[in-house]
Nanobody
């Protein structure tokens, strides 16, 4: 069992940046492929970004390429999501998740989830 905890969300203005962090309790993340998802009110949970267990391979939702960057520091047992040039449509609860499948983009491929952190972008 892997328990994940996200942090770093908050209320920002359009154009600002935020960095989200995801840390586990009880287990190391180094064996897992990690992903970030988001869910806005009334919408389905959508894939944001993913990174393989060893870090060199990342993948993104096409609409977010160039603004969001996923990274991991296995020594610190932490996964990050750097979000730049935030827009009001980025407002959502952001979740990190762990998977045994590299390159996974669908929520059902992720076995472990955090509780989420709220990101609100005002115009």
């Amino acid at each position: 069992q892997v328990q994940l905890a996200e942090s770093g969300g908050g209320l920002v203005q359009a154009g600002d940046s935020l960095r989200l962090s995801c840390v586990p309790s009880g287990r190391t993340l180094s064996n897992y492929n990690m992903g970030w998802f988001r869910q806005a009110p009334g919408k389905e949970r959508e894939f944001v970004a993913g990174i393989t267990w060893d870090g060199p391979t990342t993948h993104y939702a096409d609409s977010l390429k160039g603004r969001f960057t996923i990274s991991r520091d296995n020594a610190k047992n932490t996964v990050y999501l750097q979000m730049n040039s935030l827009k009001p449509e980025d407002t959502a609860v952001y979740y990190c998740a762990a998977s045994s499948i590299g390159g996974a983009t669908r929520p059902r491929w992720y076995a472990y989830w955090g509780q989420g952190t709220q990101v609100t972008v005002s115009s």
